[in-house]
């Protein structure tokens, strides 16, 4: 699929790193540093502006690497980006860890995926059908 874009950053289009990639790197489009402190969360600007055909959205996600090692993930994620938003992407970063982080300019500091979806139409009814589930959750299927 084609997706217009307008790259006003210091830095290359998104793109797959492999043939099987689902999410496409986010590079902060800063022009100085951030520092994260414990807790603290900023909207890290990336310079990409996106036009979406409809019945898609984009995801932002956290980076996995970003997670594990330094604690910092995103916010809101999955963020999503509607197909009508044509202002610039940014990430909302926390940082989860005791540690300040310093976000750099370029820094890979999300991923993006474009996935479709479903607009839903209500139907109001008296009652729902039954499962065997019923109305258990919040691990109410165990913890094995």
């Known amino acids: 699929m084609k997706i217009n874009i307008i790259n006003n950053s210091k830095h ?6 492999t043939n099987a990639s689902a999410g496409m790197d986010l590079r902060a489009n800063i022009s100085r540093t951030i520092t994260l402190k414990p807790l603290g969360r900023a909207i890290i600007k990336t310079g990409l502006f996106i036009e979406l055909p409809v019945g898609y959205e984009a995801q ?5 690497g ?3 090692k330094k604690g910092i993930t995103v916010l809101n994620a999955p963020g999503t980006i509607d197909a009508d938003y044509r202002g ?22 999300a991923q993006l995926v ?17 499962t065997s589930r019923g109305e258990g959750g919040f691990g109410s299927t165990g913890t094995k």
């Open 12 to 17: 290359s289009l998104p793109h797959y790193e």
């Open 114 to 130: 474009i996935t479709r979806h479903e607009r839903a139409t209500w139907v109001e009814v008296g009652e729902l059908s039954e």
């Open 66 to 68: 970003l997670a594990a």
């Open 88 to 109: 610039e992407i940014g990430v909302i970063l926390v940082n989860l860890s005791n540690d300040d982080f310093v976000v750099e300019d370029g820094e890979r500091i």
């Open 60 to 64: 932002v996600r956290p980076r996995s």
